[in-house]
């Protein structure tokens, strides 16, 4: 097992911007990882994903609106958001993709004017 710590979130208006951080162990970050939310009364679920090979994948309702990073040397994986919306509310984990292991605290974005 894992573990991810995840930070960064907050409370930012419709619009705004926010950049979430995960930390991990050096070098797991060269796997296929991603952010996960959970959104108040849903079940949590991928919203985006970047691959070993270094290309990225998003559900559509935040494509174009976020962008996932990482620094495998510092085992590091960032997930900037912007033209944020009320919808994207929710806590935000990071994780392997399509791999069980366990989950972190996550971290709260709320999207509130």
């Known amino acids: 097992q894992v573990q991810f710590v995840e930070s960064g979130g907050g409370l930012v208006q419709p619009g705004g911007s926010l950049r979430l951080s995960c930390e991990g162990p050096l070098n797991v970050f060269s796997y296929n990882m991603a952010w996960y939310r959970q959104a108040p009364g849903k079940k949590r679920d991928w919203v985006g994903v970047i691959f070993a090979s270094g290309e990225t994948e998003f559900v559509d309702s935040v494509n174009g609106r976020f962008t996932i990073s990482r620094d495998e040397t510092n085992g590091m994986m960032y997930l900037q958001m912007n033209n944020l919306e009320v919808e994207d509310t929710g806590v935000y984990y990071c994780?392997?993709?399509?791999?069980?292991?366990?989950w972190g605290q996550g971290t709260q974005v709320t999207v509130s004017s």
């Open positions: 994780n392997f993709y399509n791999y069980d292991n366990q």
